[in-house]
């Protein structure tokens, strides 16, 4: 079974507007981290947010916040006032456990577009 | 601070050849990784290490090599490329989890083609 299942291949948004870009995945472990990052065209990989299972807030950093639903298994990413630069691929990923660091597992990836 | 530096940024080797990935940081952390990313399959794990001496296989580990002799390196060797490993190779580091850990730090990435 997929660990980290992204099913959006790509997104369209309007400039300024809110877009969420779902993420669900599967582990039996007590314990995880959910991350999120975004590869522009140029290809490096950015970081943009993280929650952890034992986390009680939904994670918020800037623009970014996550749409944490535990019993769902559900990891969505919310991006705010759409930006041009926020055209890229974005991926979310998985942490299972701790003892053997952050070996994170990756989904497909969701490619969106900004439109003006 | 220079974070994650991976070299060399493009490489071409013919079958059967090997070749040494670089991957250097200088944020003192315990884990590192390498990946390879291929296309609409994400990211996959190569090997990784916890701490220096100390490596283990990722999901996808054949046909690489990995050590960890010194906290800040951690080089991937390839040890008879094949066309199959055309992809591009990006290296991450980390706190561990628990520590400082929510954040994996990644380099630019390595473009590797073998003909």
């Known amino acids: 079974a997929q660990k980290i299942t992204q099913t959006q291949p790509g997104m369209f948004v309007q400039e300024k507007e809110a877009v969420t870009l779902d993420c669900t995945y599967d582990t039996s472990d007590p314990s995880y981290g959910l991350f999120w990052y975004k590869q522009p065209s140029s290809g490096e990989m950015i970081f943009l947010i993280y929650q952890g299972s034992y986390d009680q807030q939904n994670a918020t950093e800037g623009r970014y916040s996550l749409n944490f639903q535990k019993a769902r298994k559900s990891a969505n990413l919310v991006i705010s006032a759409s930006q041009l630069g926020d055209s890229a691929m974005y991926f979310c990923?998985?942490?299972?456990?701790?003892?053997?660091?952050?070996?994170?597992?990756f989904g497909a990836g969701t490619i969106l577009r900004v439109k003006s | 601070n220079a974070g994650v530096t991976q070299t060399p940024k493009f490489q071409v080797l013919k079958t059967g050849q090997s070749m040494t990935l670089q991957c250097a940081q200088d944020?003192?952390?315990?884990?590192m990784s390498w990946y390879r990313q291929d296309p609409g399959m994400g990211l996959r794990l190569i090997h990784y290490s916890v701490g220096a001496g100390i490596t283990d296989q990722g999901e996808v580990p054949n046909g690489y090599n990995v050590s960890r002799s010194t906290t800040e390196d951690f080089p991937l060797r390839l040890l008879s490329a094949a066309p199959s490993q055309t992809s591009v190779y990006f290296c991450?580091?980390?706190?561990?989890?628990?520590?400082?850990?929510?954040?994996?730090?990644f380099g630019s990435g390595t473009q590797l083609s073998v003909l």
């Open positions: 991450a580091s980390s706190f561990l989890p628990g520590q400082g850990g929510e954040k994996l730090f």
């Open positions: 944020m003192n952390h315990e884990y």
């Open positions: 990923a998985m942490r299972e456990g701790e003892e053997y660091g952050n070996k994170l597992v």
